[in-house]
Structure formats: C-alpha cells, structure tokens
C-alpha cells in the first residue's frame, strides 16, 4: 500500500525552516528520489520545483525526506507516487549519494526505468514537468544543484548511457 506522509513545514521557499537534527536547510537527515527515464521513449522525466520548497524554480527529479520507518526503495516510491500520481511499475539503479560538507545529511540518488512517459499529475512541490532527451536535459538552464552533481557523477553517466 502507498500513502502520503505529512511533513513539517514552516515558511515558505528560501525563507522555509526544516526538519533536520543538524539545522541545515534540508528536509531530514536522509532523503532519496529518483530521475524517471522512459525505456521506450528514451526520455528523462524532470519537475519544475515551485516556490513553497528548498531551492525553487529549478529543474529537478523527483524524491524527499526518508521518513523513520521507510527504506529508501520506499521513499523512492512514495515520493514519486505522491509528486506525480504514478503507480506503475518502475525499476529503481542506485546511483549517486550526495553528502554535504558536515555529513549531516545524505540524499540517495536513483535511476527509476519506466516502460512509458506518462502525464503526471502534479502536487503543491511542482510546477511544471517535461519529459525531455538527455542533450536538451544537459543544456537545461537553472537546474537544482543536486541535479548536477547527479550528471557530474560517472556512475550515473554510465546507467543513463547504458539505458540511452
């Protein structure tokens, strides 16, 4: 079964106050998500974050806090079902872990494999979607700085390439 899980917010955008035993401005201490990619399409899934979340207005997969009792898989899972209203079958790839500098907070990153592109539905974090090829994802302009660190990764580039 998935459900939504409710979250501690304060504020709003830059100005947000989260939920981190380090006080550092992310979501928890651990969060996970992943870049949807189409296995027939060979396309990338990327959101546009809205301004009620950490660094708005960029482009970004999809993903958030794990929450205690989850496993990242879960996280994974529940946050693109809640960010998008999908509920198909995905194939999660570790890839890449992000740590920041202190090492209070880590964000696993995943490939999910999709057999099709599909029309999310879109909650409050987003404002836009597109599904694009990975040369216009690599020409973007304002993408989230997870996003590129995540195509700065050789690992990530070889699942993607190896999916392309």
Same mark, same amino acid.
């Given at each position: 079964?998935? *459900?939504?899980?409710?979250?501690?917010?304060?504020?709003?955008? #830059?100005?947000?106050?989260?939920?981190?035993? #380090?006080? !550092?401005?992310?979501?928890?201490?651990?969060? #996970?998500?992943?870049? @949807? =990619?189409? =296995?027939?399409?060979?396309?990338?899934?990327?959101?546009?974050?809205?301004?009620?979340?950490?660094?708005?207005?960029?482009?970004?997969?999809?993903?958030?806090?794990?929450?205690?009792?989850?496993?990242?898989?879960?996280?994974? %899972?529940? /946050?693109?079902?809640?960010?998008?209203?999908?509920?198909?079958?995905?194939?999660?790839? @570790?890839?890449? %872990?992000?740590?920041?500098?202190?090492?209070?907070? /880590?964000?696993?990153? *995943?490939?999910? =494999?999709?057999?099709?592109?599909?029309?999310?539905?879109?909650?409050? +974090?987003?404002?836009? *979607?597109?599904?694009?090829?990975?040369?216009?994802? &690599?020409? =973007? +302009?304002?993408?989230?700085?997870?996003?590129?660190? &995540?195509?700065? !990764?050789?690992?990530?580039? !070889?699942?993607?390439?190896?999916?392309?």
């Amino acid at each position: 079964m998935i *459900y939504i899980k409710t979250f501690e917010y304060f504020g709003d955008g #830059a100005n947000a106050v989260y939920s981190n035993d #380090a006080g !550092d401005v992310f979501w928890g201490n651990v969060g #996970a998500g992943c870049l @949807p =990619i189409s =296995i027939k399409t060979k396309k990338i899934l990327l959101c546009y974050r809205s301004s009620y979340v950490n660094e708005p207005h960029t482009w970004s997969g999809f993903g958030g806090k794990v929450e205690e009792d989850d496993s990242l898989n879960d996280t994974v %899972i529940n /946050e693109l079902c809640e960010e998008t209203g999908y509920y198909g079958d995905i194939d999660l790839i @570790p890839v890449f %872990i992000f740590r920041n500098e202190n090492k209070t907070f /880590e964000y696993h990153n *995943y490939i999910g =494999i999709v057999d099709n592109e599909f029309e999310p539905i879109l909650n409050w +974090e987003s404002d836009g *979607y597109k599904w694009v090829t990975f040369e216009q994802l &690599l020409k =973007i +302009e304002d993408k989230h700085p997870g996003l590129e660190l &995540l195509l700065k !990764d050789k690992k990530t580039l !070889d699942v993607i390439n190896h999916i392309l």
